[in-house]
């Protein structure tokens, strides 16, 4: 690796261009002025190899021509190059190509599952022995930080066990022949035309895919090599629609689960793939159609779950970017533990906090109101309609006589989106009124579609 | 810092030995041999402040008395201490350690949420001025991963928002008001007597404890330096059993959130703490009792949700003790993405991976049976028998005749936990009876509560 100088441009080398290579390629050229705040170093994408020099590309950010090559091996060999991103997935180049990198000493980040199943023992002691980094964050649950977790937040657990949902196509199919009372086939082909399955689903079905991640999270927790044939794997297709039946009446739902077990008393690993029934109490049954989660459970932190998108161009994307950014880092040796680096750029130079007046969500309110008072409900309308809020919904419900014999109830009101100022506005207004006892109950409604 | 020898044990000093100090201390002495596969060093308690040197210690392992000074002063000053772990809380003389460990080089660990909201700017920034690491993983979300994983395997996103629950005393309290009905004293005074919530809950209720926990959350996904008077901030004393009812009726639940928001348009950030309404279709309106869960929606990765237990001696340990071993590994900056360490530690050593057949969980087995066919279930409850399975329920359901009008029923059997090698037998025996059609649909019933 060169020796870098404080403002010299760490020079990038990305090999594959297909799905996740072409959202790695814009993900590097779109968010370039925060990546760099963030690393604390430039770059420069140099190179890309693909298999096509003339194949139209699917990025949204043009790559140069003169970039282009249709030869890993002149990333490998260009000196200038720092750090080796591959994305051609496989198990025989993406092993020729990441073997070179270590070996030419030039960092690598992959997501490539199944090399890292088949050599992954392998390959992280060439990267150890040359002391040249591998990173693999996209090999496992996509954008979740399981990996950086394990090595990181979570290292001073004996790690219990690890159950995870971490195939998103078979949870898709699983998730709608429960919903749908559908059969597998007629699931699997939905999932097809919704993209959510390839044209050959053979290994997310089968349940290897989830193998492959299972192993590289046991060898994380673990610290030992172990290898495709340790791991006892099932497939989803025996599974009828009546089976879903049976488990709902039982309380239960069906995954297709990754489950890695230490047992202490044997020093045994436990390490399977297999559709299983979860009980509908516990958080995994709720992760639905193509969400992972990996529930972790160790000695000292307890349960921990990771929940999100397990795959797809863009979580996987997530990973293998924040990666790079990490490969960026480590090259400059900058000390990033100092909690945050103050950094500007587009998108946050200007960033100021919201005064609360000004947050916007839908509310409940709730009024203690005296009964058979006239004009009370008039009232509240009123002030809300005067502050330019929107009732979307209204109830209210009799309470008993307090101590004087008054009769209270309680008036719901549902207030469709508006400013805090003017919903505090309208209160203030309504503290005056005698009919309206205490201050209301105000909550938010959190919607979370658009965050 | 001094320069380290490989074979030289790193020195740990522990301000604090309260709750998590006591936590932390044994963690280190009990998992010693683990963690130092891990970190790939070796290390030493050496010094321990305290408050009073003949308060009874509630550690599982002594701590040697001429370890135990009553002046933290004394770890700063001295030159073989490496690692600094602050573990006294409030932000006066907590404030005067960390400055004083920084400023001798000495990189520092700590889980105070009140000290880095408050001080949290100024003290990064001398973190990084000295090029000395700060360690803060315990300050929000106890054991959940989430600052390393901004800090890491998220860092390439541009935060959209993060939204929490951050605070396990409050969300105790609405959990049980929500389902026993009752009042929010009778709550809080339940907690109290759990334990689940201090003689004095002030900040637990009145939502500050999640306000710091979202300061330092905002402060590293924005970069940006923010003090506790940006955030609007509301607390659950004014909740009443009926607003759930309410809630419930159209479908969410209330939840004590931190929500984090970045407007792109205005370039402002919304930063509030309220009891809000949470869809009961999200994730977040499932996490009860004292867990926490935060979700982070990234543009590149979309949603993120993280859930654990985010307070409490062994959660909080986990995270002081897994920086603390990051400490040590950057102390010697050894490469440590190399996937993974191989290492031998009592717990692994001869781990081997369990053959199927010794896996042992309750079962799910559905047969297509010949309907009036005697004996059947007589036969298939003989061979479970025989092979030393119990039974735990049965049921059967008719089926619609097929093609040559011969009805098949579903008969399902629910076993008992038994190993799949048994099962396995049982079934083979099975498969040569000719009333049982096709082979049976067999699922695991997972089991969560010991794992």
Known sequence: MRAHMIG??????????????????????????????????????????????ERKRTTAVAVEPEKLTTRWQDLVDDEDIDIIIELIGGTTEAYQLVRAALEAGKPVVTGNKALLAEHGSELFALSKQRGTPLYFEASCGGGIPIVQSLQTSLICNKVKSIVGIINGTSNYILTSMARKKIPFQQALAQAQRLGYAEADPTLDINGWDAAHKGLILAMLAYGTPLSPDKIDVRGIEDIEPEDFEH?????????????????????ALELRVQPSFVPEDHLLSKVDDVFNAIAVNGDIVGETIFYG?????????????????????????TGYHTGFHTYESDDVEKAEVLAPDDTVTPF?????????????IADIATAFSTHGINISATSSSDGAPDENGVHWNSLVFILHACRWGQLREALQELSRLNTVKDRPVVLRMETFQDT
Chains 1, 2 share one sequence.
């Open 8 to 53: 010299e441009k760490l020079q990038l080398g990305i090999v594959g261009l297909g799905t996740v290579g072409s959202g790695v390629y814009d993900a590097l050229m779109l968010n370039q002025k925060l990546l760099e705040a963030r690393a604390q170093v430039s770059y420069e994408v140099r190179r890309v190899a693909v298999r096509h020099l």
């Open 247 to 267: 488990a709902a009446r039982l309380g239960y739902t069906i995954k297709l689960l990754v489950v890695i077990k230490h047992h202490p008393e044997s020093r």
């Open 309 to 333: 998108r397990g795959a797809g161009k863009n979580p996987t994307s997530s990973a293998v970017v924040s990666d790079v950014v990490l490969a960026m880092r480590e090259c400059r040796l």
């Open 364 to 376: 409940y309110v709730r009024f203690r109101v005296q009964r058979d008072r006239c004009g009370v």
